[in-house]
């Protein structure tokens, strides 16, 4: 759904002194939230129309490290600006943060006031405009899973790290009663992203100690981005008020589970009908479904940098922890990097189960959407369906090893390059180029436990 207040009912909560701070946001190459804190009477009296963000924004590394080597900014084009059009059909107050709004917004380009091609809202946009042209209307849930400890941010930054503590003992997969016990922060995640008009179903325990889960009701495909966007950061700020902290890094120890943000997918005709959905196939499964859910697996090594962004990503990636090594297709099957989900119903769909909870909710559901639509396009034929325990399956499909087998499907991509354009493929192999050469280059404590006395 999209936000909670029109225009005129922010001015209203303005007069009333109940809002007197708007978050104008847009959302970086990373998925995070970045922008200013607009006093609410100068945001409806002109700053609605547009601010401006240096141009940098869409080229740094999580350090927020000016990235050398790509095209739309850099030194050598003195890094500008952007325009950030606020779209105020996002307009929502954030209920965790006293008297504040937020009101996403899209980045244009500061001469001709078009869409930056390399804009992450920009790109699923774009592969939703191309489905409406096909007929369809994309739908779309991610589930996010994320761990809480104990420490605060604070604590960790200071050099705590070693000493993280998960808000749980053990496994609480399900687990009411430990759960329970975790109810101070969790009721008021739920709580709070409700009345921010996140439609909230559940939350639960998940797959270790003191990682959870927060799912929400399917949506369109942008208004599903916009949604884990936000999700992720009230998540991150309402455990910072709590004294705690959370992650959503796909795998922050290799003893433990990962965190996922397995990705559900439907087509639905323009006049409200699932276009997934055949009452006479075996497994209820449309015609068009099948070549949806076969151009996937044709394009799913490529796409896998949009699914794991990061090296740390495909350390998820382990056999056993419910994370999939496979780019199949099996029904209601866990081990499967695509699970066919509500056989036999109206509500038959794909769940892509590659992503991480540290994917970039617009880039992963673009590259998803534009795979999906050349199998259409393309009226792929849907390989058989593989049963039984992916983990052990010989000569199929895997998931690529690791980011640098990842960017190079990317970069020759022909698919994606179609779909996204050159100008966005080789922006963002740029990135997963730096992302494995700052890997590469640093010393990790596993090093140095491993060979400083015994090499």
């Not at 354009?421 to 050469?437: C, K, L, T």
């Amino acid at each position: 759904m999209p936000g909670t207040m029109t225009f005129d009912t922010l001015k209203e909560a303005v007069a009333r002194g109940e809002i007197d701070t708007v978050l104008v946001a847009a959302v970086d190459m990373q998925g995070r939230l970045m922008g200013k804190r607009f006093h609410a009477a100068f945001f409806i009296e002109s700053g609605y129309k547009e601010t401006h963000c240096c141009n940098y924004l869409l080229a740094v590394d999580m350090e927020m490290y000016t990235v050398p080597g790509y095209k739309s900014s850099g030194w050598e084009q003195g890094y500008g600006d952007y325009v950030m059009k606020p779209d105020l059909s996002t307009l929502r107050a954030l209920p965790w943060l006293p008297g504040t709004a937020l009101c996403l917004s899209d980045l244009l380009d500061h001469h001709s006031h078009e869409e930056v091609s390399v804009s992450p809202r920009a790109i699923l946009k774009k592969q939703v405009a191309r489905a409406r042209a096909m007929g369809f209307e994309p739908m779309m849930a991610t589930e996010l899973e994320f761990y809480i400890f104990e420490n605060a941010y604070e604590n960790l930054r200071d050099g705590g790290l070693s000493a993280l503590k998960p808000i749980s003992g053990y496994n609480e997969d399900y687990n009411l009663f430990q759960t329970t016990k975790e109810e101070s922060l969790m009721r008021d995640v739920r709580n709070h992203l409700h009345a921010a008009g996140i439609p909230i179903e559940n939350t639960k325990g998940e797959a270790d100690a003191g990682q959870h889960e927060v799912n929400y009701k399917y949506s369109d495909a942008l208004d599903t981005a916009d949604n884990h966007a936000i999700i992720k950061q009230g998540v991150k700020e309402i455990a910072h008020l709590k004294g705690k902290s959370v992650t959503f890094m796909a795998k922050y120890d290799h003893r433990k589970a990962g965190s996922s943000a397995h990705v559900h997918q439907s087509l639905w005709t323009l006049d409200g009908k699932p276009a997934f959905y055949d009452h006479d196939d075996a497994h209820g499964m449309s015609a068009t479904m099948k070549h949806f859910v076969a151009g996937q697996l044709a394009h799913a090594q490529e796409i896998t940098t949009f699914l794991a962004p990061y090296v740390n990503s495909y350390k998820r990636f382990t056999i056993g922890m419910f994370a999939p090594t496979k780019a199949v297709w099996s029904a209601d099957n866990r081990t499967a990097g695509f699970r066919v989900c509500g056989e036999h119903t109206k509500a038959v769909r794909v769940e892509c189960r590659i992503p991480g909870s540290d994917v970039n909710p617009y880039l992963c559901c673009a590259a998803l959407l534009a795979a999906g639509l050349a199998g259409i396009e393309q009226k792929l034929e849907l390989e058989p369906e593989l049963k039984g325990d992916m983990y052990a399956a010989r000569n199929v499909r895997e998931i690529p090893k690791n980011l640098r087998e990842a960017a190079a499907l990317l970069n020759t991509s022909t698919m994606l390059r179609a779909a996204f354009g050159d100008d966005v493929v080789d922006h963002y192999h740029h990135a997963a180029q730096w992302e494995i050469s700052e890997t590469d280059r640093v010393v990790t404590d596993f090093e140095l436990q491993r060979l400083l006395e015994r090499a």
